[in-house]
């Protein structure tokens, strides 16, 4: 049987209700008290409930829980001064609310500013399962925290066994939402002492927070010892920045910076980074911009991509798609959107990466004018037209003239026809044109027809469907222009195509197949030209595959495919190969992505040249992951540029959920 009061602010309620209290006190043993003002604010239950008017003190014993909005303070015992909301609490004391759940033996907390003492307590931040432990911590906030000496984890354990791993350190600072800090750190496993700092910040339960970063520690066996320190800078709430320094024993200190901002209108990132070489004597510079920007109607974009040596990427860079390119792209455009076309203001430059940037035509710049396709009666029409400026050092260079508009027209229903019909007017003003003269020009145009039908049969089990089409093309004899772009290639053709398409559809599977001949109606003898083939399957496994083959010299010039079976729901594994006759690459791939276990997972990739280059790259990646932490083993090998030897790094990746990572 539980007793409720109720105290007004009249001394003659708080009379009745003493009174009341002693009278069944005498028929039960637990009570209840709730405080009320407009709405009520404060309830409290306990086995026994003691009321004392000349302190305005509650004692509550057995069982006591004080509820206050979203906040629950238990204890074995509790004493309550009402007019300043201070709590006494002792035995088994709990403090839960939506922010944090406390334990401990004993507290002293004030119930309006949520704000106290703990003594011998565990702190559970519950956004980001951070765990706080120390003898002595002061609550200074809501959501401040300070304690002479303390212990900091992510990770669940239980009291009687030391957590996988805590920092333990002195004038522990805490501010929930943004940032941990102290003093003499000890990094602990399993309750041992591994490293030692005499300075921790971190962030918590926050994703951007001004501070030092985990540096990165590894090594190479072409550039040595690697130690990366970083601090970040969180400028605002749509902008930040990071300083780094990467320290090569073998190579030198190389600085860098990365400044990120969004807003309404604009959104970018900058990234320059340079070192001084020592080993080969070498300055490295490198430059990423990207910007984006709109205003109305109005778009503008940036991308840069400079670095002043050609081989940065093949020393610095761990990227493998990155490493292996031939150009170096930047690009930047201005554009007017209106109804139904596009005005707009091009640049680009490229950096041949093996070869002699001389020769390279830059764009700089071209303006062009673009009409989207126009219903015009049963006619939709286009336009492609601009004015560029190209800039070389080497051979023909200097301003180009390019239109070229279209007209398409289709019509049928089962046997669906399309054709076009595009005109097209270039015209130079060139310096270094050679046999090209400085004014060339050239007027012609292109017609394009092409048929298509669908086929398709429904089975029990499967869908089936056919698609033939055949293709024609027409250029009438042109004039042979400078070499820029894409524009030029537009010479003497007469092309017809034909192309069968299958589809192969149910529930489990999809089977697509594309055979393409070309012929050559202007070529001699050999008018058949390459046959190409394209598959891709989608069942107990996947595959892709494409080829070409020239019968005119009864060889195969180009093949891929990628291969993947799927062991088991986690574990996949890959094999392919690239083939291209021109280009001399005959490559074999292999890989595996697999979670092993619950904890354990691995990838590894293999690239191999079949030509006699041998082993090209090879990576692999182990992964270990717990609740609070995880374990990345990754052993890399890059291949040999020429001159130097391979390249072996080793790197062992310590991810602390909560805290970043930390690498070795």
Known sequence: MNIRAVKQQSSRAVVFIRKFFYFISLFCSSALLLFCSDVCAVTITADHLEYLHEEDKYTAIGNVRIEKEDALLKADKIILYNKTSDAEATGNVSYNDSETLINTDRAEINLETKTGKLYNAVILLKKSNSWINGENIQKLSEDHYYAATATFTTCDSEASIPPDWCFKGKDVDLIIGKKLIAKDVTYRVRGVPVLYSPYLWTPIETERATGFLFPVIGSSSRKGFRLSPAFFWNIDENRDAIFFLDYYSKRGLGTGIEYRYIDLANYGKWQAFHIRDQELKKDYFELKVTHNTQIGDIKGYLDVNYINQKDFYKEYSEETKINIQRFLQSTGEVSAQFTNSRLYLLGQYWIDLNGENSILPQKLPELGYVINPTRIGPFLFAMNSSIANFYRDEEARGQR????????????????????????????????????????????????????????????????????????????????????????????????????????????????????????????????????????????????????????????????????????????????????????????????????????????????????????????????????????????????????????????????????????
Request: net charge neutral; with cysteine; proline share 4%.
């Open 401 to 664: 003239l390019d239109i070229n508009p279209t007209l398409y027209h289709s019509f049928g229903d089962a046997v669906r026809f399309f054709q076009s019909v595009s005109l097209r007017e270039t015209a130079y003003n060139l310096q270094n044109g050679g046999d090209y003269g400085s004014s060339p020009h050239r007027e012609t145009f292109q017609y394009r027809a092409s048929a298509l039908t669908r086929f398709i049969k429904k089975y029990d089990s499967f869908t089936h469907i056919i698609e033939p089409s055949l293709e024609y093309k027409f250029i009438p004899e042109t004039r042979s222009l400078p070499l820029f772009d894409s524009t030029e290639l537009f010479n003497k053709t007469s092309q017809s195509q034909f192309s069968l398409l299958n589809i192969f559809l149910s529930k489990d599977y999809l089977l697509y197949a594309r055979l393409t001949q070309p012929y050559d109606l202007n070529g001699d003898d050999k008018s058949l030209l390459p046959t190409a083939l394209e598959a891709f399957f989608r069942g107990p496994f996947i595959l892709r595959f494409d080829m070409s083959y020239d019968s005119n010299k009864g060889r195969t010039e180009t093949v891929n495919s990628e291969i993947g079976f799927k062991i088991t729901d986690k574990t996949i594994i890959r094999a392919g190969e690239r083939y291209s006759r021109q280009d001399n690459i005959l490559l074999s791939a292999a890989g595996i992505d697999s979670a092993l276990t619950k904890n354990w997972a691995i990838n590894a990739s293999i690239w191999y040249d079949l030509k006699g280059n041998g082993l090209r790259e090879s990576a692999v990646q182990a992964t270990y992951t717990q609740q609070c932490w995880t374990i990345v083993a990754m052993f890399r090998r890059k291949p040999s540029d020429g001159v130097n030897p391979p390249d072996y790094s080793f790197t062992f990746l310590i991810e602390l959920k909560g805290l970043g990572a930390f690498k070795i």
